[in-house]
């Protein structure tokens, strides 16, 4: 079974760019969660997308937003970069109630 | 609001001991208890979870739940340097649409001392 998986692995932006990262669920999973980790800190909760809609949002400004596919695919967009937006963004898919299975990230630097 | 402690470490024990991590949490009402280890530079790779009070063992790895206390904590059996690592502990506060949603810990540094 494929586990979560995450595009790109690297990704190298200048500061007030965008950035598009995606993530593909595990086969059956319809929960999709972002969150952010910068560099020595602890998960920061982004998003939480269930059945295509966005179910919860962390403490977040809008520029960070995203969605999900019908195939339960999503994708993360981040807007107008800062240089503290450089992060380790993780993926993970979940079946309700179950633990998360973690992608294996996408590494953002904002230069 | 909700939130799920634990000490940052570093943890250091010698190789071949026990290591125990401790958690802990705010919301009697809590459903579900998970351990993830996360090395450097990597995803957090779930290693136990556990849903009833008592404890749950698989190999090395033992879960331990005590929810009158709102504790949870992990324990390591004979550690070895590959134990090192960031682990955290994360909660499903309730079944609802807002309660499938894991709430983290800010995770606990282990060291595991050739």
């Known amino acids: 079974e494929a586990g979560v998986t995450q595009s790109p692995t690297h990704l190298i932006k200048t500061r007030g760019q965008q950035a598009t990262l995606r993530c593909s669920p595990i086969?059956?999973?319809?929960?999709v969660y972002w969150y952010q980790q910068a560099l020595g800190l602890g998960l920061q909760f982004l998003l939480w997308?269930?059945?295509?809609?966005?179910?919860n949002r962390g403490n977040f400004p809008p520029r960070f937003s995203g969605r999900q596919f019908p195939n339960y695919s999503s994708e993360l967009n981040v807007n107008a970069l800062e240089l503290e937006d450089s992060a380790l963004y993780l993926c993970?898919?979940?079946?309700f109630g179950g633990g998360y299975t973690f992608g294996s990230g996408t590494r953002l630097t904002v230069v | 609001q909700k939130e799920v402690e634990q000490n940052s470490g570093p943890l250091s024990v010698p190789e071949g001991a026990i290591a125990s991590l401790n958690c802990t949490y705010s919301?009697?009402?809590?459903?579900?208890f998970f351990w993830y280890r996360q090395y450097s530079g990597k995803s957090p790779e779930l290693i136990m979870f556990?849903?009833?009070?008592g404890d749950k063992e698989d190999g090395r790895f033992t879960a331990q739940l005590n929810k009158a206390s709102q504790y949870v904590s992990l324990l390591i059996r004979d550690s070895q340097p590959s134990d090192s690592a960031t682990y955290l502990c994360a909660v499903i506060w309730g079944l609802n649409n807002a309660g499938n949603m894991l709430t983290f810990g800010g995770g606990t540094r282990l060291m595991v001392k050739p």
């Open positions: 919301d009697r009402g809590s459903q579900s």
């Open positions: 993970a898919s979940s079946l």
């Open positions: 556990i849903y009833s009070n």
């Open positions: 997308y269930d059945e295509g809609e966005e179910r």
């Open positions: 086969s059956g999973h319809t929960s």
